[in-house]
């Protein structure tokens, strides 16, 4: 069969992602340490030394820069930088200098994640994203890492996945911190991560106006029918569309998608998804334990559908669904793929799910639609939060017994295509 070369418009930016609590280690002071070490933690294993990122970063680095891929973007510890309310760690800041200047010195571009999921336990114990004060709070924290980083970033995340955020940890869809599972602790989760976005956004203009700022959104393909559409159009207006409201002054939009959820109930379910959604005392009872059954539903039961080791669907092209409509929100607006990866041990799966990804994308780039970046999640087997260390998303390996780093075949397959900027199909 004859081989097609799809090339990717110049500029592109290709790189691989990390997040600090995931990779760093012993991050003492954040509300996830503190979930972990819970007598009644619903986590299937603490973070611990995770792979050692923290004082292993140059060595790191290096191997990503040595497949070739041009962009790292990894996220600053809040719980680290300012320990204690309004004290700022000067020796955790210039941590993170000497990380992005690092980055830059081996021929990449830092993208720095200025939230990723985690907060200093003194404001969780203030409420966490329920406290509001907690938007200002992260903007100081995030005018802080920007006056340290100065002219060696360009490019910031401010808050990573703000709807899995509340979904997760304020509705109790997730096993995420601090458990709330209630409506109305969902919605005023969701009032503060949107002033979050705003104020962060501002806080990183403010201190260094040529930089390039937005928001990572987690964004799921549905597919449904007139029965699931108003559970659809309610749950994804949480989850999605208010983040995205307030993105509209971003430099561009992150994308991150990892699945396809299908939700088509019988026709003569209609009156009571429409009941459930649109009355409000059913909404208040009985909508929190259907959105958690549906987030934990494993498509493993069927034996019909593919499925990744987390349970996903195997559906690497839904982020070119997922691109399409954050296109329909912002038609002028960049686009960047900021995490899509697999959980899978089979490495050949992983080339597999990257090759099929960025062919949809191609056919995203093929309609103008101006997308202009694709980070792979992740950089390394890491901690994938509630479940562990079981979930492999890396293309590297780490031993955590010996710290020993092995790159797998898909770190040199997806450096070739950065290499190239074209992929070969």
Known sequence: MRRVRLEFPPGFLWGTAAAAHQVEGDNRNSDWWAWEQHPSTPLTEP??????????????VALLAGFGLPVYRFSTEWARIEPTEGVFDTEALAHYRNMAETVRNAGMVPMVTLNHFTLPVWLAAQGGWLNPEAPALLARYSGKVVDELGDLVDWYCTVNEPGNVAFGGYLGALDFPPGAKSL?????????????????????????????????????????????RPLVEYFR????????????????????????????????????????????PVRKTVLPPLIRF????????????????????????????????????????????????????NDEERVAFIREGLS????VLAEGIPLRGYLHWSAFDNFEWALGYRMRFGLIDVDRTTQIRTPKPSASFLGDIARENALEV
């Not at 949809?360 to 056919?363: K, Q, R, S, V």
């Open 184 to 228: 109305a602790t969902w919605n005023t989760a969701i009032d503060g991560l949107c002033r979050a976005l705003v104020l962060s956004r501002g806080a990183v203009k403010e201190a260094r106006p040529e930089a390039r700022v937005g928001a990572t959104h987690a964004m799921i393909e549905w597919e449904f029918n007139e029965a699931g």
């Open 237 to 280: 207006g949480q989850m999605e569309d208010r983040f995205l409201e307030v993105s509209d002054e971003d430099d561009f939009i992150g994308v991150q998608t990892y699945t396809r959820i299908v939700l088509d109930p019988p026709a003569l379910a209609a009156p009571l998804t429409r009941a459930l959604v649109g009355f409000g």
């Open 47 to 60: 973070s611990g030394s995770a792979i050692d990122h923290y004082h292993r970063y140059a060595e790191d």
């Open 360 to 363: 949809a994308l191609h056919g």
């Open 294 to 345: 549906l987030a934990r539903r494993d498509d493993r039961r069927s034996s019909k559908v593919r499925t990744t080791d987390m349970g996903y669907e195997y559906r690497p092209e839904a982020v070119a669904a997922t691109v399409r409509r954050a296109h329909e929100f912002y038609p002028d607006k960049d686009i960047i793929v900021t995490e899509h990866g697999i959980a899978t041990t």
